[in-house]
């Protein structure tokens, strides 16, 4: 069982910056792809951005559009999801997720272990 924990997010203006955490406790955190997905309030969880295994390959959602930076540190067991230029429409809760499959996986169906979330509001 993978325990993932978020941090990082908070209320910023739009334009703004926020970097997002996500510590797990699995000490075999590098078998796992890792993916940040989030969820406004009446909408389906979307989405962000995934990384593999080894730190080498990124997928990013449609709408990101350069805007956030996907990375994972393995000696640490923690991955981050630096975001720039927030928009209000970026508010939302923002999760992170686990999964022992191979390649990058984009849908939530996908991953196998999933984190609390952590708020993220932008104003406008």
């Known amino acids: 069982q993978v325990q993932l924990v978020e941090s990082g997010g908070g209320l910023v203006q739009a334009g703004g910056s926020l970097r997002l955490s996500c510590v797990a406790s699995?000490?075999?955190?590098?078998?796992?792809?890792m993916g940040w997905f989030r969820q406004a309030p009446e909408k389906e969880r979307e989405f962000v951005a995934a990384?593999?295994?080894?730190?080498?390959?990124?997928y990013y959602g449609d709408f990101v559009k350069g805007r956030f930076t996907i990375s994972r540190n393995n000696a640490k067991n923690t991955m981050f999801l630096q975001m720039n230029s927030l928009k209000p429409e970026d508010t939302a809760v923002y999760y992170c997720?686990?999964?022992?499959?191979?390649?990058?996986?984009?849908?939530?169906?996908?991953?196998?272990?999933w984190g609390q979330g952590t708020q993220v509001t932008v104003s406008s």
């Open positions: 997720a686990a999964t022992g499959a191979s390649g990058l996986k984009t849908t939530t169906s996908q991953y196998d272990y």
């Open positions: 699995e000490r075999t955190y590098d078998r796992y792809g």
């Open positions: 990384i593999t295994r080894s730190d080498v390959i990124t």
